[in-house]
């Protein structure tokens, strides 16, 4: 109840509480949120390369090729760049969070304006409303795994068409089956 008690009496004074509430782009000095300066030049690039019409896995390629440093992996992830590009505290300078049912904010400086903010909602509103490129109705999407654990995605399969053949079919495929050879195991295969 004590260790409670005062992470509330943190949150009240508008202090990190400790646990992972120090976003990326942010440091915590003297238990209070500051702008890190190396990284909210990645927060603005990044927010700044979606609204130029780069998507998430772009943007991840570009910082991994680059060798840009995410806090606490060697590459960046997908997750990560959309943890980013969904942080509303980026441009309203307050931190969400909750403890027993009860809201909190913790400020922080601003990183992007909110003009920055919106636009890039604006985009990632469209790009789910995007119809995707599935030519077939595929019923087991989403709940076919492979054996080594992973989902499997699906892949249309075009018979040779410059001979005129012209037979579509699909298959089942693990996520990893030909896209990282040294982490696959060997018993991933095309359903």
């Known amino acids: 109840e004590r260790m409670i008690m005062g992470r509330r009496a943190r949150l009240e004074r508008g202090e990190v509480p400790g ?7 942010y440091a915590s000095v003297d238990k209070y949120l500051e702008i890190c300066d190396e990284e909210a030049v ?3 690039r990044i ?3 979606y609204i ?3 998507n998430s896995m772009t943007i991840r390629s570009r910082l991994n090729s680059e060798g840009v440093p995410p806090r606490r992996s060697k590459l960046w992830s997908k997750a990560t760049i959309g943890k980013i590009l969904t942080g509303e505290f980026y441009a309203t300078g307050k931190i969400a969070t909750s403890l027993d049912g009860e809201d909190f904010e913790i400020p922080c400086p601003t990183i992007i304006s909110m003009a920055v903010w919106e636009k890039a909602q604006i985009i990632r509103k469209g790009n789910k409303n995007k119809a995707r490129n599935v030519k077939r109705d595929y019923l087991c999407l989403g709940i076919v795994y492979c054996a080594c654990g ?5 892949r249309t ?3 040779n ?3 005129g053949y012209e037979k579509v079919s699909g298959a089942y495929v693990c996520q990893r089956y030909g896209t990282s050879p040294e982490t696959q195991p060997q018993d991933c295969a095309v359903c």
């Open 19 to 25: 646990g992972d509430q120090v976003k990326y782009g």
């Open 42 to 44: 990645i927060v603005r």
């Open 52 to 54: 130029a019409g780069e």
């Open 161 to 163: 068409r410059s001979r």
């Open 47 to 49: 927010f700044d390369m």
């Open 157 to 159: 399969v075009h018979s």
């Open 150 to 154: 992973w989902k499997c995605n699906v």
